[in-house]
């Protein structure tokens, strides 16, 4: 079986698949799954889903949530996962292998920090996985604990998106280089390595004017201090485009042409026998 909070909220089953709905109910069973088989206080599940206003019936309302959580793990056909209510906790176990967007999402991302990605077999498993990530996690919420979880779940998202733009880069996917630097900047329109990515892209098809407005969409953006080595690259497209060269051309440096003077002449004066 598998658990959803990140392409909509639903529980997939031996039955089918059963939608959860949105509001507290999705809350709680975010809550248990996302701490499956440790227990998690009645306090925290109430202040969560109430506030520090909790209903006066509070036990009887989350009672009552538990039995519609249960409902729903019956209506999937799943099997083999109970849900504890103690009496200061509630704990929710469930048989490996247990499955569920959210922690596969942080347990990727952790992964790729570890090891960066250096196969096809990674880089296909980990687009696989962002794949998946469809929608915030509980957008309708703004409880501290939803608004945290959201966050470190959004910084995941965005470690294996630029993790696979290193890798796709290195492997001269361009198709894939600009479809993954579009969702950074979904996920993130302040990064300046999504804006780079696109203005090198437009660069090497020699689109200069497309790399000047994604320029200037990022000026608007991006912190002015920020976008020094983007200003840079747009320079070096400018020199490429009105040099009608194919890739971008850099000034040589003084020393580099001192050089190779200093090479010309030593062959001139071996040629004439002079050396």
């Known amino acids: 079986m598998r658990w959803i909070f990140l392409n909509g909220h639903s529980l997939v089953g031996a039955s089918g698949t059963v939608k959860i709905p949105s509001g507290g109910l999705c809350t709680l069973a975010?809550?248990?799954?996302?701490?499956?088989?440790?227990?998690?206080?009645?306090?925290?599940?109430?202040?969560?889903?109430w506030g520090e206003a909790s209903p006066e019936k509070a036990r009887d309302r989350l009672n009552t949530m538990l039995w519609r959580l249960r409902k729903l793990l019956q209506a999937a056909g799943v099997q083999g996962h109970t849900i504890?209510?103690?009496?200061?906790?509630?704990?929710?176990?469930?048989?490996?292998?247990?499955?569920?967007?959210?922690?596969?999402?942080g347990d990727m991302a952790?992964?790729?920090?570890?090891?960066?990605?250096?196969?096809?077999?990674?880089?296909d498993a980990a687009l696989a996985c962002i794949d998946d990530c469809n929608t915030e996690f509980l957008?309708?919420?703004?409880?501290?604990?939803?608004?945290?979880?959201?966050?470190?779940?959004?910084?995941?998202?965005?470690?294996?998106?630029?993790?696979l733009l290193r890798y796709m880069r290195k492997q001269e996917r361009w198709a894939r280089v600009s479809e993954l630097a579009e969702r950074l900047l979904q996920l993130e329109p302040t990064l300046e390595t999504g804006h780079l990515e696109l203005i090198e892209l437009h660069g090497q098809r020699h689109q200069f004017s497309a790399a000047k407005r994604q320029y200037d969409v990022m000026q608007k953006l991006v912190d002015p201090g920020t976008t020094l080595e983007t200003a840079s690259a747009?320079?070096?497209?400018?020199?490429?485009?009105?040099?009608?060269?194919?890739?971008?051309?850099?000034?040589?440096?003084?020393?580099a042409v001192?050089?190779?003077?200093?090479?010309?002449?030593?062959?001139r004066d071996t040629l004439l026998g002079k050396a």
């Open 258 to 267: 001192e050089s190779a003077i200093d090479h010309i002449e030593t062959a």
């Open 84 to 105: 504890t209510n103690g009496r200061d906790a509630l704990t929710y176990a469930a048989p490996e292998p247990f499955d569920c967007d959210v922690i596969a999402l």
């Open 139 to 163: 957008p309708f919420a703004q409880d501290h604990w939803s608004l945290v979880t959201r966050e470190s779940l959004r910084s995941a998202h965005l470690t294996i998106i630029e993790a």
């Open 234 to 255: 747009l320079d070096a497209l400018k020199i490429a485009r009105k040099t009608r060269k194919s890739t971008v051309v850099m000034r040589p440096s003084i020393k």
């Open 110 to 123: 952790r992964s790729v920090l570890r090891n960066n990605l250096t196969t096809t077999d990674e880089a």
């Open 30 to 49: 975010a809550m248990l799954v996302l701490n499956h088989g440790r227990p998690v206080g009645r306090d925290r599940i109430e202040e969560t889903l």
